[in-house]
């Protein structure tokens, strides 16, 4: 019986694990710039340039000019540290897109563009 229940476990974190690399190849679901950062979350933007950024975040939003615009919870204790606003990224995300503007979902895996 204990048997059946370790390997039951071990089948369930492979199984885990095999989603959560298979969600991080392929092309990522966002590539922008990071706006803004509120607690957890990074708002990134597609399409928005350096000069727009120095603008009114709300304003920025409001302004429906910009279709992909996310709020980006990043997961982790250095997650903040290596992004900055104005940074250029590349964005793989979960299944899992809060409908709004802007949408909302979390960070399967997120890393800089070298420009």
Known sequence: ????IVISFIILGLTILFILL???????????RVVDEDGNRLLVISGITMEEID???????NSGKYKGAYWITVKGPNSFKNFNVGDQVRVWFSKYVADSYPAQTEAVKIEKVRE
């Not at 019986?1 to 059946?4: F, I, T, V, Y």
């Not at 298979?22 to 922008?32: A, D, F, K, Q, V």
Request: proline share 5%; net charge neutral; charged share 25%.
């Open 1 to 4: 019986m204990k048997k059946a």
């Open 22 to 32: 298979e969600s991080t190849r392929g092309e990522p679901n966002l590539i922008g």
């Open 55 to 61: 603008g009114n975040v709300i304003d920025i939003i």
